[in-house]
T-cell receptor
Framework: DTGVSQDPRHKITKRGQNVTFRCDPI?????LYWYRQTLGQGPEFLTY????????KSRLLSDRFSAERPKGSFSTLEIQRTEQGDSAMYLC?????????????FGPGTRLTVL | RKEVEQDPGPFNVPEGATVAFNCTYS??????FFWYRQDCRKEPKLLMS???SGNEDGRFTAQLNRASQYISLLIRDSKLSDSATYLC??????????FGAGTRLFVKA
C-alpha cells in the first residue's frame, strides 16, 4: 500500500500526559498537512510542511503542540500536557506541487481520547 | 460567517433517488474546489475535483458558479453505498484549504 499511513490508529491517554503521532506521506509528495477533526465538523487545518520546512501554523496550534518533518519525509505531531479538549481525530494528508490540482490524500487518522 | 458553508442535512433518500448538495464559499480569490467523501470514522477521500465548466463522473456531477461563489454536487440513481458525509473543500491558494462541515447522506432501501 503506497498511501498515507499514520501511527498509532488509536491513542488513549490521561490528562497531562504527552503523546506523539507519526505520519508517513506518499513517497513522492513534498507537501504534508496536519488537521484535527471533531465530531460533526470538517477537518481543521493545524500545520503545513513543504519538504522539511514548516511554513504555516494555525492559531489552533497552541504552544503545547509541535510538529516536525525531519529530512522532508515522515512527520511527527506532539501534544504536551494533553487536555480533554484535545480529544479528536488527527489527520495527516500529503500532496504534490507537481500535480495540477495539488489534491490532498489523507491517511486513516489517529483517534486521540484524553481521559 | 464560515468560510465554507454546507447544509448539514441529514438527507434521507430512497435508493434510485437524485440528490443535490450545495456549498457556498466566502473568499472570492478561491482557486480550486473539490468534493470529498467521508465514511463514518474513516478518513476523507477525494470524490472529484470541480472544474469551472462543470464536470461529471458517472452518477456524480459537480458544478461551480464563481459569480455566486457556489458549488454543487448532484448524485443520480443513489445507491446504498453512497451513504456517507460529503465535504465541500475550497483551496484559497497554496496550502490554504478550507473544509466545510459536511452534509450527511443516508440512502435507504
Amino acid at each position: 500500500d503506497t498511501g498515507v499511513s499514520q501511527d498509532p490508529r488509536h491513542k488513549i491517554t490521561k490528562r497531562g500526559q504527552n503523546v506523539t503521532f507519526r505520519c508517513d506521506p506518499i513517497s513522492e509528495h513534498n507537501r504534508l498537512y496536519w488537521y484535527r477533526q471533531t465530531l460533526g465538523q470538517g477537518p481543521e487545518f493545524l500545520t503545513y510542511f513543504q519538504n522539511e520546512a514548516q511554513l504555516e501554523k494555525s492559531r489552533l496550534l497552541s504552544d503545547r503542540f509541535s510538529a516536525e518533518r525531519p529530512k522532508g519525509s515522515f512527520s511527527t505531531l506532539e501534544i504536551q500536557r494533553t487536555e480533554q479538549g484535545d480529544s479528536a481525530m488527527y489527520l495527516c494528508a500529503s500532496s504534490s506541487t507537481g500535480e495540477q490540482w495539488d489534491t490532498q490524500y489523507f491517511g486513516p487518522g489517529t483517534r486521540l481520547t484524553v481521559l | 460567517r464560515k468560510e465554507v458553508e454546507q447544509d448539514p442535512g441529514p438527507f434521507n433518500v430512497p435508493e434510485g433517488a437524485t440528490v443535490a448538495f450545495n456549498c457556498t464559499y466566502s473568499n472570492s480569490a478561491s482557486q480550486s474546489f473539490f468534493w470529498y467523501r467521508q465514511d463514518c470514522r474513516k478518513e476523507p477521500k477525494l470524490l472529484m475535483s470541480v472544474y469551472s465548466s462543470g464536470n461529471e463522473d458517472g452518477r456524480f456531477t459537480a458544478q461551480l458558479n464563481r459569480a455566486s461563489q457556489y458549488i454543487s454536487l448532484l448524485i443520480r440513481d443513489s445507491k446504498l453505498s453512497d451513504s456517507a458525509t460529503y465535504l465541500c473543500v475550497v483551496n484559497i491558494g497554496g496550502f490554504k484549504t478550507i473544509f466545510g462541515a459536511g452534509t450527511r447522506l443516508f440512502v435507504k432501501a
